[in-house]
Structure formats: structure tokens, C-alpha cells
């Protein structure tokens, strides 16, 4: 195996090399300067570039002492297929191979991350399953908030909702037993929440006079924002032990945005920043906050 010292004493008299060749040439780019003088200024400026070379030439000698001293490698380098690109006479296929050394560095790299990624997610558990399995049978079971009977289903709802007062919850099942609300909380906003059992797996908030669907997002930049901040709610009040709990608070928290427009930021006690009312509400107090005051 070829030693590293020669290499690296090779590429610092490189660099050497290329820092004295710009100091030459940035000399005789300036010509002759004030401090030369008036008198024989000529005979001075030809004197420190004479200087200036004669350290580039000792330089260069010493880069060539140190390239002589490398070993070059036995066997040649094995490239594989990739060694026939250099037959390509197309021009747009001649630079095929630095494109694939690039290729070749983004995987390792992502290689590398996975892997780190994989040692720091290892040391934590990610499930969110309250029920313990046996080591002798590995098997998955299923949480209970997806096997809820409709007629159960409604009831919560409905006990809801009386909890409720501003709020009108709509119940259809346009699918088969799985529930889709159409909630309307005051005249503020309406919001679509479809569920599976008493999960809830997917909402959209919109204006009080959109239209609601399943799948288009508000023409305002508001409610895109509650959308947004009402997904990270189902993922805080997620409970699959207590499916009707997590119901029960999701749709509280959804409630307390029936004074979007009218309550002011606990951060900065302003109802509007960057044009935009306290689009999110603390889980627990239900406290409104700019995004940007958030806690």
C-alpha cells in the first residue's frame, strides 16, 4: 500500500506553488508602485519580480522532487464498465462518467445518513400501541378505535356536539359504515373530518362560505394554515385506548377556533401579524397564538 506522507508533502508544495504564482503575478499586474520612489523605479519593480521568480522556479523544482518520490500504483484502478464510456464519440455521452462519480459520492452519502438514522431511531420506540405482545407469537393486533359499531359511533358524536353548543356536526356515511362529519363551528369556518371507526384519519378546514370536499384545500391562506395545525392536533389527541376521549378533545380544540378572528395573541397581544389572525391554539388551555409566538 502506497504510503500517504509522500502525497501529502506533493500536494503542500503544490499549494506552496500556486500561492507564490499568484503573489508573481499579482506584482506584475500592479507594476510599478509609489513605494518604489522617483529614482530608478524601473530597475527596482525588474528586481523583486527577478525575486518573485526565482522563488516560483524553486518551487516548481521542489514540486518535481516530490512528485518523482510518489510510488505510482501497481495495478491499474478497476473501473468496471464504466471504463468503456471513454470510447463514446457522442458528445453528450463524454461526460457520463463524472456524472456517475458524482452519482457514486450521493449514494454513499445517503448510505452513510441512513445509517446514522437507523442507530438514532433504534434507541427509541416509535409504536404508538399501548398492548404488549408476547415474544413466543408475534402477531399485530388490531387497535379497537377501528372496530366501533355506527351505532356507538353516533352516539359520541351526538354527546358531543350537545357539549358543543356553536358547533354543528352533520353525520354521513356516504361509504359504507365509516362516518364523514361536516362540522361548521359558529360563521367562521366549516371543516370535513373523515373517520374510520373513531379514528380519525384525514380533514379539511375551509371558509364558513366554501364549498366543502374531501380533497380541495381553501382558497384562503387562513384556514390552510388551521388544516395544517388541525392535523398535528389528531396526531397530540390520539389515544387508541380512549378512541371517544380522543374524539371528545380533537373536537374541542376544533371548537375554540370559533373566535379565530376575534381573539388576540397571548404572545404579542396583537390580533393580526404578517396579515394573519392567531391560527393556532395551545392543546391544553387552548390559548390562541401567532405562529410565529407560539410556544
Not at 17 to 37: M, T
Not at 90 to 98: F, K, M, N
Not at 147 to 157: A, C, G, R
Request: hydrophobic content about 40%; some cysteine; overall charge positive.
Amino acid at each position: 500500500m502506497m504510503s500517504v506522507e509522500p502525497l501529502q508533502t506533493a500536494l503542500s508544495c503544490i499549494r506552496t506553488l500556486r500561492s507564490n504564482v499568484g503573489v508573481a503575478f499579482e506584482a506584475l499586474g500592479n507594476g510599478i508602485r509609489s513605494d518604489h520612489g522617483e529614482e530608478g523605479k524601473e530597475t527596482k519593480f525588474l528586481f523583486e519580480l527577478q525575486d518573485l521568480l526565482t522563488v516560483v522556479n524553486n518551487n516548481l523544482r521542489d514540486v518535481e522532487q516530490s512528485i518523482n518520490n510518489l510510488q505510482p500504483p501497481h495495478n491499474p484502478f478497476n473501473l468496471g464498465n464504466s471504463g468503456f464510456l471513454s470510447h463514446e464519440y457522442a458528445q453528450d455521452r463524454q461526460a457520463l462518467y463524472s456524472q456517475l462519480v458524482q452519482s457514486y459520492k450521493w449514494t454513499d452519502k445517503v448510505h452513510e445518513y441512513c445509517s446514522l438514522a437507523h442507530a438514532q431511531l433504534s434507541q427509541n420506540s416509535l409504536t404508538r400501541s399501548y398492548t404488549n405482545t408476547s415474544s413466543a407469537k408475534r402477531r399485530k393486533i388490531q387497535t379497537s378505535s377501528h372496530n366501533v359499531l355506527p351505532i356507538h359511533v353516533d352516539k359520541v358524536i351526538n354527546q358531543i356536539e350537545r357539549l358543543l353548543p356553536e358547533m354543528n356536526v352533520n353525520i354521513q356515511r356516504p361509504f359504507a359504515s365509516n362516518v364523514i362529519l361536516h362540522v361548521s363551528v359558529g360563521r367562521v369556518l366549516k371543516a370535513i373530518i373523515a373517520f374510520k371507526g373513531l379514528l380519525i384519519e384525514w380533514i379539511i378546514v375551509r371558509g364558513f362560505s366554501e364549498s366543502l370536499d374531501l380533497w380541495t384545500e381553501s382558497r384562503f391562506k387562513v384556514f390552510r394554515k388551521v388544516t395544517e395545525n388541525a392535523h398535528a392536533a389528531v396526531m397530540r389527541f390520539y389515544m387508541p385506548t380512549m378512541p371517544d376521549v380522543s374524539v371528545k378533545n380533537f373536537l374541542t380544540w376544533l371548537h375554540s377556533f370559533n373566535t379565530l378572528f376575534s381573539d388576540a395573541c397571548k404572545g404579542c397581544g396583537l390580533h393580526l401579524r404578517n396579515a394573519m389572525p392567531p391560527t393556532w391554539r395551545e392543546f391544553r388551555t387552548l390559548e390562541p397564538y401567532h405562529e410565529e409566538c407560539k410556544p
